[in-house]
């Protein structure tokens, strides 16, 4: 403890120089930026600013680009909640309940509890990072193939409660998605799938021009298919900040989005996407009103947001602490640091405590700023809402396509964005929800690799999803939820999914 | 309407051939570079050849006197950036720094039977700037003392010792069927996304063995997580002197470079090319470059066209031979 407290205070005497404290701010700015910009995600951030920090001091560089990292989860929210199109991939949940809020007249709360909890879920990562590291890393290793697989399998399952509405529509998109992943050139053969001669398909569909495509472009269509004209929302300056009501809902999904957010951060892979769709469908499982997700509810806000900041740095753990990149972002922060001939490693924190300390302070204060610089904001950006729609949407359609074109600098990209707006302009028109084609997406190749690759390391018996404990655990848990989904249908009482079809029969 | 303007492209096409035809020889007489160059990376940012291509602009930049901005085109492991470096217009200002897989794809096209996206010969060679030989990475607590070890293990238990790779037909991969062919033995081969979900595998024990580039290992070498059976070059390496080769250990048609190399599209003129190859001369020479590189474990391997076509030649040559080997996955 006494050590940890001197360690501390080494980080914040790195990271309280003047020029460290102000590569925090800008990172937190920049990031702030990037968030809030359609398409535009961190990685494209990152990637963008790696060769600038080449002449800076490594410290300085890894704080200014863990900054702009975990900053694009605090501007991500923005414009999902004023005008549902996501900032970031990560943003996608935070559409539904967001946005609804904001047709309420509840943008002001709904932004600014997506600050609070991102500064909470923020900092107390932060603590564990601090403290965990290490054996957090070591347990993240032991995730193999198989454990993915059967978490994403416990995934999916969970996912039935993840959106309202019809579950033979919402399965239907999920499937949708799920197919739209299989494009693409597949992993273990080397067999090019549902690419047409497309070189770039080889690739497959990324996340970002589908959920751009399929939330901002559509929205923009929709709205400019509306025969009337939208009312511009004016928020009165008393109705920026949550009520207490608010709060108090707010703090549990905060508190489960954080725990949620940190562990699935950990885990290999693209992580704080996923932990906002877990978060999602936690919050609307656990609620008491799960019937009010989708129109307003802040905890669909709250848990989300606070996951994806979670994530963010939980996704920094296994790269600090074993010097393995788990996902493209800290990748890119470990490249940030070889370049300047650190080759994080195992003894990583021992032998670079200046590095190590000084970010997880610049952490700290990076959160702190995050949150003061995105509460006053709120009140800036509700104003965009008062920018009329003719003016406001040709410049962010003008963003969406810079920002997808920029993250592979691939015009096929921009193309699938198009494709999926129209595709999600229809869908909306026929009533479909669009958050679970996203999410096919992003597990399709995940779920495909992982099986696969269990598979092959037990030469095709399925056995091993059982003989190993992690994995185990997470089959038994789905078999739970199975045995939870049924109950009703024995005990003949009515789930939440006919209550919700009867309050919204009434309404 | 529409023809109005399809009129219009006409003309101004043929005015710009036109114009072409016109300045060509004045054109190429014409002092280069006057703007600034590009340098196509076709992989993501962060990555080898990201982390060789940036250290290198920012040396090269000294001696053409015009800014070198690196442009990661990425996309199908590299097939896009490549492809797109190969139908540039050859005027010295779109250049590609590239890895050894560019023998290897359009192999494997050929070996699939679908069009290649580029060929090798689209593209003329300027110079070699790193080689790293692939090492044979094992977890601390693996049996295996010796290679020797290793290989009669293995004899024991064919398809059974799993190892991770970046990717089919990747560099991990290949490297190791390279080997695998070479000793008799069948390894069970665990694709995953990259060299560093390949790396994690290794660490967390599900995957027995890898064949990496060294850089990313030897600080889980020197933390004495992993340890180091053998290597792919031809000469042992200097972080890793008690390390010995492939061919030491009697696998003497076994070698392999993960090495990245400056490229040009074929059609650029000689006079384009030779000025490429003094400024890249001079720039392998500047000390801060060449710190760069040693501090990122991967040392600088410069070889001049000429030399570095004949290297490019054979170990083209060796690659191809084992995807041949390799065939298709089943």
């Not at chain 1, 003016?391 to 096929?412: E, H, K």
């Not at chain 2, 064919?158 to 990747?170: F, L, R």
Request: charged share 15%.
């Amino acid at each position: 403890m006494a050590e940890t407290l001197q360690n501390l205070l080494l980080g914040f005497s790195t990271a309280l120089t003047a020029h460290n404290f102000f590569y925090a701010f800008m990172g937190c700015l920049i990031g702030t930026m990037v968030g809030v910009l359609p398409g535009v995600g961190p990685l494209a951030g990152i990637s963008l600013l790696l060769p600038s920090t080449f002449g800076l001091d490594p410290t300085g560089g890894l704080i200014l680009l863990a900054g702009v990292f975990y900053g694009a989860m605090y501007g991500g929210s923005t414009t999902s909640i004023l005008m549902r199109i996501p900032g970031e991939a990560a943003s996608v949940m935070t559409c539904i309940d967001g946005y609804a809020m904001a047709l309420k007249g509840r943008a002001g709360p709904a932004l600014a509890i997506a600050a609070i909890g991102s500064y909470v879920a923020g900092t107390i990562s932060v603590v564990g990072l601090m403290f965990l590291a290490p054996p957090l890393a070591r347990f993240a290793l032991r995730f193999g193939p198989p454990e993915y697989f059967s978490l994403l399998a416990l995934g999916l399952l969970v996912l039935g409660y993840m959106t309202g509405g019809s579950m033979i529509k919402n399965l239907a998109m999920i499937i949708l998605g799920l197919l739209f992943g299989m494009i693409g050139i597949d992993h273990m053969s080397g067999y090019f799938r549902f690419s047409y001669g497309i070189v770039a398909l080889g690739d497959g569909i990324g996340v970002v021009p589908v959920a751009v495509g399929l939330f901002g472009i559509a929205e923009i269509l929709a709205t400019a298919g509306n025969p009337l004209r939208p009312d511009v929302l004016k928020p009165k300056l008393k109705d920026l900040l949550p009520s207490r009501q608010e709060f108090r809902d707010s703090i549990f999904p905060i508190g489960r989005g954080t725990i949620l957010g940190f562990l699935i951060g950990i885990i290999p892979g693209s992580a704080h996407i996923i932990s906002t769709f877990m978060s999602y469908a936690v919050e609307r499982r656990v609620s008491k009103h799960p019937e009010k997700f989708g129109h307003g509810a802040i905890e669909g806000v709250a848990g989300p947001e606070s996951a994806n900041n979670a994530a963010s740095c939980g996704a920094l753990v296994p790269m600090l602490a074993l010097g393995v990149p788990t996902g493209p972002v800290p990748a890119v922060l470990l490249a940030a640091l070889m370049i300047h001939g650190i080759n994080p490693g195992p003894l990583f924190i021992k032998e670079q405590p200046t590095i190590f300390w000084g970010l997880v302070a610049s952490m700290y204060l990076g959160n702190f700023m995050l949150l003061l610089l995105n509460l006053p904001l709120v009140g800036i950006f509700i104003n965009f809402l008062r920018i009329p729609y003719r003016i406001l949407y040709p410049i962010i359609l003008m963003f969406c396509i810079i920002g997808v074109y920029a993250v592979n600098t691939s015009f096929v990209d921009v193309g699938i964005m198009s494709v999926m707006g129209v595709l999600g302009y229809l869908l909306r028109k026929f009533d479909f929800e669009t958050a679970p084609v996203v999410l096919g997406v992003v597990l399709a190749p995940i779920i495909e690799m992982s099986l696969r690759q269990s598979l092959a390391m037990s030469n095709g018996a399925y056995i091993i999803f059982i003989q190993r404990p992690i994995s185990a655990v997470f089959l038994g848990a789905s078999l739970v939820m199975i045995f939870l989904a049924v109950k009703p249908l024995v005990w003949k009482r009515k789930d939440w999914r006919e209550r919700l079809a009867e309050a919204e029969k009434k309404s | 309407m529409k023809t109005t303007r399809i009129h219009w492209v006409v003309i101004v096409l043929v005015c710009l051939g036109a114009m072409n035809f016109l300045l060509g020889k004045a054109l190429a007489e014409e002092p280069y570079p006057t703007r600034p160059v590009q340098i196509i990376v076709p992989f993501p940012p962060g990555g080898v050849a990201d982390l060789v291509a940036r250290p290198f602009a920012t040396a090269l930049e000294k001696h053409l006197k015009q800014p070198v901005v690196v442009v990661n085109k990425t996309g199908a492991g590299g097939a896009v950036g490549m492809q797109s470096a190969a139908v540039a217009k050859p005027d010295g200002y779109t250049l590609m720094v590239a890895l050894s897989s560019i023998s290897v794809m359009p192999e494997v096209d050929a070996l699939f039977g679908r069009p290649s996206t580029y060929k090798l010969k689209d593209f003329a060679s300027i110079a070699l700037l790193t080689a790293d030989p692939t090492i044979l990475a094992i977890k601390k607590e693996a049996p295996w003392k010796t290679l020797a070890d290793f290989v009669a293990d293995a004899k024991k238990r064919p398809n059974e010792i799993k190892y991770s790779s970046s990717g089919v037909y990747g560099t991990m991969h290949v490297a190791m069927e390279m080997f695998a062919h070479s000793a008799g033995i069948k390894l069970r081969h665990i694709p995953t996304g990259g060299g560093g979900p390949a790396l994690t595998a290794l660490l967390g024990g599900h995957v027995d063995c890898l064949s990496g580039g060294p850089n990313v290992s030897i600080p889980h070498i020197k933390a004495g997580t992993l340890r180091v059976l053998a290597n792919w070059g031809d000469k042992r390496l200097p972080a890793l002197p008690d390390v010995a080769t492939m061919k030491e250990l009697g696998y003497k048609d076994v070698e392999f470079y993960i090495w990245s190399g400056f490229f040009a599209p074929a059609a650029t003129p000689a006079g384009l090319i030779k000025i490429l190859r003094e400024a890249t001369a001079k720039a392998v020479q500047i000390p801060d470059f060449k710190a760069a590189m040693e501090k990122m474990e991967t040392p600088i391997y410069y070889l001049d066209a000429p030399e570095f076509q004949k290297f490019w030649d054979s170990d083209a040559e060796r690659l191809i031979k084992a995807v041949r080997n390799i065939g298709k996955a089943q």
